[in-house]
């Protein structure tokens, strides 16, 4: 299990300077799948984008576990994401790119690498947990604590004030568990992560956000055998996002259309992404 406190240090994420830019398209780089954002057309299917580049485990996808681990077949994946999402002039362009919460710093560095060679005008990156917290929080501000169950990731972070306050993670999701397999390895992760938080916490966030209950997200949520077990073993409910398995690209579509309004190129959003 890896954590906050293992050296690793978020660095400056978002790039300020949007001028010029006049359209865009936000990412969310999965183990499993890579899901695109696009406003005018929201989310736009894995098999209308990656064609051939399929994503998943059984393909031997260029994400795995939070790395990139095929940089030359994700370029060209990028590539053709971009190309049908953008066309050929990337000028005036805005790509927003979320990441895992601890994501390493190779593959950080090699999916700037990979986004710059797109030519967007601009580039704004910013992690899953506060991806989706755009898009499902709770607006009354305060601790929250995001739970991101994908394919071969398992992610818990609290935030507080909209800023990572700590985070974990474990190489642990759903492409782990055979077709009859109970999720048990899965929700123990989830509550091992959940009460080392608790214990080096010494500030009541953490127990502040149990008490409103924590953010499932990814496509572990969309089980109830794991939410229900998740939710059973804490002793408090669970919110879930709608459509947890994109809320991070739909919250990081949320900041694209942010970063347009800024730019003066896209009218304000009346709610969230369709």
């Known amino acids: 299990m890896r954590s906050l406190h293992d050296g690793r240090r978020l660095g400056p994420s978002v790039r300020q300077d949007h001028k010029g830019v006049t359209r865009g398209l936000a990412l969310d780089l999965g183990s499993s799948r890579t899901r695109v954002w696009v406003p005018g057309h929201g989310l736009m299917a894995d098999t209308d984008i990656c064609g051939d580049f399929g994503t998943g485990p059984a393909h031997g996808g260029p994400v795995r576990r939070g790395r990139i681990v095929d940089p030359e077949s994700c370029g060209r994946m990028l590539g053709r994401i971009a190309d049908t999402a953008l066309g050929a002039d990337r000028t005036g362009t805005v790509i927003v790119l979320s990441h895992p919460v601890l994501a390493g710093a190779r593959h950080r560095a090699a999916a700037r690498e990979l986004i ?52 974990r ?76 398995a994109t809320a991070v690209v739909r919250g990081a579509g949320m900041v694209l259309g942010s970063v347009l309004r800024q730019a003066g190129t896209a009218p304000a959003l009346t709610g969230r992404t369709g």
């Open 116 to 167: 710059a060679a797109l030519g967007p005008t601009t580039v704004v990156a910013l992690d899953s947990a506060r991806a989706a917290a755009a898009y499902a929080g709770p607006r009354d501000g305060g601790p929250l604590l995001v739970v991101d169950i994908g394919a071969g990731l398992t992610e818990t972070t609290l935030l507080v004030d909209g800023q990572v306050r700590d985070a």
């Open 169 to 244: 993670q474990a190489e642990t999701g759903l492409g782990d568990l055979g077709p009859a397999q109970p999720p048990t390895a899965v929700v123990r992760t989830v509550l091992d992560m959940i009460m080392e938080m608790w214990k080096q916490d010494r500030h009541g966030a953490v127990l502040g956000a149990l008490r409103k209950g924590p953010l499932l997200i990814g496509g572990g949520a969309t089980r109830p055998d794991i939410t229900n077990r998740i939710a059973v073993r804490l002793g408090v409910p669970v919110r879930l996002a709608d459509d947890p």
